[in-house]
């Protein structure tokens, strides 16, 4: 059962542009930015490994969930590109504080939108089901691919927990200026999501 190397590499650089960790520095300072030390080092580890358990349960048994769900890759494109949406229009209308701000206290946005779809997007989930897929009855690319994404999100997680040290330069404006920018990039993200989402609808003929 020899490691694959090439396997392994390739994983790791897809998954790596797909999931984008110094791309999320800003939209996990937007989200975290006005909480608590505590809150924002748990989120920086919490985010990662919702990633992790997401994205090594469809690397185990995606194509059959899928399969059985009869639910398709632009299903989950435009699910993710809706759900990301929301979070961006709260971003950039600060509605997600107004009128029940102890509610959007206690949500942990570790797991939603940060875990997944941010993380382990349907980018991120098509690729590793691929990536399975292609290897299929070989041990070493199996563990290859296993150690690639624990790699990724390694990586993801250090980044992530230096990122908050921004938060002492930014200060409470910059933080808010930068929820507005992440919020339109967000937004960007979801229509781009959403987009894909149709093409890859009208290419299967539904």
Not at 23 to 34: H, N
Not at 108 to 134: E, K
Not at 161 to 174: D, H, K, N, P, Q
Request: charged share 5%.
């Amino acid at each position: 059962m020899p490691f694959d190397v090439t396997v392994y590499t390739t994983t790791v650089i897809t998954l790596v542009v797909i999931m984008d960790p110094p791309g999320q520095i800003p939209l996990f300072l937007s989200l975290v930015g006005t909480r608590s030390p505590e809150y924002r080092r748990r989120a920086a580890w919490q985010a990662p490994m919702v990633s992790l358990l997401v994205i090594s349960v469809f690397a185990v048994g995606g194509k059959a969930i899928l399969n059985y769900l009869h639910i398709g890759i632009p299903a989950l494109q435009g699910a993710g590109g809706l759900l990301l949406l929301l979070v961006a229009l709260q971003l950039l209308t600060g509605l997600g504080n107004a009128g029940s701000p102890q509610a959007s206290e206690d949500v942990n946005v570790a797991l939603v939108p940060l875990g997944t779809p941010l993380l382990a997007g349907p980018g991120a989930i098509a690729a590793v089901i691929v990536g399975v897929g292609a290897v299929a009855g070989d041990a070493g690319g199996y563990v290859a691919i296993a150690a690639a994404i624990i790699t990724v999100h390694l990586i993801v997680m250090v980044v992530l927990r230096y990122s908050t040290f921004l938060i002492r330069v930014l200060g409470v404006g910059g933080i808010t200026l930068l929820a507005k920018v992440a919020g339109l990039l967000l937004a960007a993200i979801a229509v781009q999501l959403i987009a894909d989402s149709i093409a890859g609808f009208i290419a299967t003929g539904g």
